[in-house]
């Protein structure tokens, strides 16, 4: 199974940061990469896919970047909204996802 | 609007039998595959399981396998997990989700979640 590994687990940032979030692949999986926001007691919500498409209603500030086993996830300014936990999940064969990454004040 | 609702997550002991179900409305149901998903208390998701459109295809993750089916009724727009020989390590909020494809595709909308305890 392809496993996914990102970095950092945690991540304290302040409102108008910006912010970088790593996901890397244990084999190359092209562009098939999803990254989600969760909130607590909420489901996954998706926010990209196909490693650098916006999901429709998804604000600007996030983006999407990478290709083969290393993708990022910025926010380009940080909003209070924000402050949540991000997963990647790839989209090939298991469908697995990472370990997430907690942002926080 | 897309929803998606579960149900029939409960407390159960080590051993038995669960059904979970997902209504869904507001979208073409038999045009989309349907995954189970399950997130552990404190931990990451999990992919579970995947059924086809039309039921033609299911795929299992290998901790569940030969202990979960995943079925569906496309005309009471519902998709079922039947959970067997439960485990403790199967305790976790269950999710379903809607995707394009099996594979190669997000999962665009989810549901809320229904809790399964497993414990004696």
């Known amino acids: 199974d392809i496993q996914l590994t990102q970095s950092p687990s945690f991540l304290s940032a302040s409102v108008g940061d910006r912010v970088t979030v790593t996901c890397r692949a244990s084999?190359?999986?092209?562009?098939?990469l999803a990254w989600y926001q969760q909130k607590p007691g909420k489901a996954p919500k998706l926010l990209i896919y196909a490693a650098s498409t916006l999901q429709s209603g998804v604000p600007s500030r996030f983006s999407g970047s990478g290709s083969g086993t290393e993708f990022t996830l910025t926010i380009s300014s940080l909003q209070p909204e924000d402050f949540a936990t991000y997963y990647c999940q790839q989209l090939t064969g298991s469908l697995t996802f990472g370990g997430g990454t907690k942002v926080e004040i | 609007q897309v929803h998606l609702v579960e149900s029939g997550g409960g407390m159960v002991q080590p051993g038995r039998s669960l059904r979970l179900s997902c209504e869904a409305s507001?979208?073409?149901?038999?045009?989309?595959?349907m995954h189970w998903v399950r997130q552990a208390p404190g931990k990451g998701p999990e992919w579970v399981a995947v059924i086809l459109y039309d039921g033609s295809n299911t795929y299992y993750a290998d901790s569940v396998k030969g202990r979960f089916t995943i079925s569906r009724d496309n005309s009471k727009n519902t998709v079922f997990l039947q959970m067997n020989s439960l485990r403790a390590e199967d305790t976790a909020v269950y999710y379903c989700?809607?995707?394009?494809?099996?594979?190669?595709?997000?999962?665009?909308?989810w549901g809320q979640g229904t809790l399964v305890t497993v414990s004696s």
């Open positions: 989700a809607r995707a394009e494809k099996i594979v190669a595709a997000p999962f665009d909308y």
């Open positions: 084999q190359g999986i092209i562009n098939y």
């Open positions: 507001g979208f073409t149901f038999s045009s989309y595959a």
